[in-house]
C-alpha cells in the first residue's frame, strides 16, 4: 500500500451508466490528481486539484466530472461513457500543486475501467 | 510541447546483465525529471527523482543520470534480476505542475 487507495480496482459499465471512481489518501498531501492510463499510450494528465479546488483541467470531456470534498478525498464521476474511455485511471498526491523540482507525486493502484 | 520518448519500447535480457534504458524530451524547461516502476495491474512506484539542477541519482541497484542541455536522461539498471521486470516510466515536470510521460520501456529478465 503506498498510502493512496482507490476504488473500485476494476469496474465494467454500459454507456448510459453513472458510476464513480474514489480515491483516498492518508499520507496528509494537498493536492490531488487524476490520470488516464490508456493501452499503448502515455499517461495523460486530467485533473489537478490543490487544496480542494481544481487548478487544472486538461481539456477533459465533460462526462468526466471530479470532485474533491476535502484534502484526503478525490471522485470522478463518470457518465455517458463511450468505449474509447476503457483504460485504467490513476489517482496520485504529492505535497503540494507547485513548482517545486522536489514535488513527488505517490500512486495509487489504479481502477480499471472498461466501457461495453 | 513537450513530448518524452523512451528507447527501447522492450528489452528482454538474462539475469546478472547490466542495462540502459533512454528517456528523451524535446523541451529543456523541466523543474525535475523522474523515473517510476509499474507492475503489471498495478500503479507507479517513484523509482528516482532528478532535480533540474541535478546530475544524477543513485539508489541500490539504480542509477539515473540527466542531461538537461541535449534532452536526455538514463536509468541503469545493474546485476539485473527477475525481480526487475516491470514497465519503465519516465516524466518531466513542466509548467502548470504537469508530468509528462514517456510511453515506458517494458523489461523482462530471464532466470
Known amino acids: 500500500e503506498t498510502g493512496v487507495t482507490q476504488t473500485p480496482r476494476h469496474l465494467v459499465m454500459g454507456m448510459t451508466n453513472k458510476k464513480s471512481l474514489k480515491c483516498e489518501q492518508h499520507l496528509g498531501h494537498n493536492a490531488m490528481y487524476w490520470y488516464k492510463q490508456s493501452a499503448k499510450k502515455p499517461l495523460e494528465l486530467m485533473f489537478v486539484?490543490?487544496?480542494?479546488?481544481?487548478?487544472e483541467n486538461n481539456s477533459v470531456p465533460s462526462r468526466f466530472s471530479p470532485e474533491c470534498p476535502n484534502s484526503s478525498h478525490l471522485f470522478l464521476h463518470l457518465h455517458t461513457l463511450q468505449p474509447e474511455d476503457s483504460a485504467l485511471y490513476l489517482c496520485a498526491s504529492s505535497q503540494e500543486a507547485g513548482y517545486s523540482g522536489a514535488n513527488v507525486l505517490t500512486f495509487g493502484a489504479g481502477s480499471r475501467l472498461t466501457v461495453l | 510541447k513537450q513530448e518524452v520518448t523512451q528507447i527501447p519500447a522492450a528489452l528482454s535480457v538474462p539475469e546478472g546483465e547490466n542495462l540502459v534504458l533512454n528517456c528523451s524530451f524535446t523541451d529543456s524547461a523541466i523543474y525535475n525529471l523522474q523515473w517510476f516502476r509499474q507492475d503489471p495491474g498495478k500503479g507507479l512506484t517513484s523509482l528516482l527523482l532528478i532535480q533540474s539542477s541535478q546530475r544524477e541519482q543513485t539508489s541500490g541497484r539504480l542509477n539515473a543520470s540527466l542531461d538537461k542541455s541535449s534532452g536526455r536522461s538514463t536509468l541503469y539498471i545493474a546485476a539485473s534480476q527477475p525481480g526487475d521486470s516491470a514497465t519503465y516510466l519516465c516524466a518531466v515536470l513542466v509548467g502548470g505542475n504537469k508530468l509528462v510521460f514517456g510511453a515506458g520501456t517494458i523489461l523482462r529478465v530471464k532466470s
Open positions: 486539484y490543490s487544496l480542494e479546488e481544481r487548478v
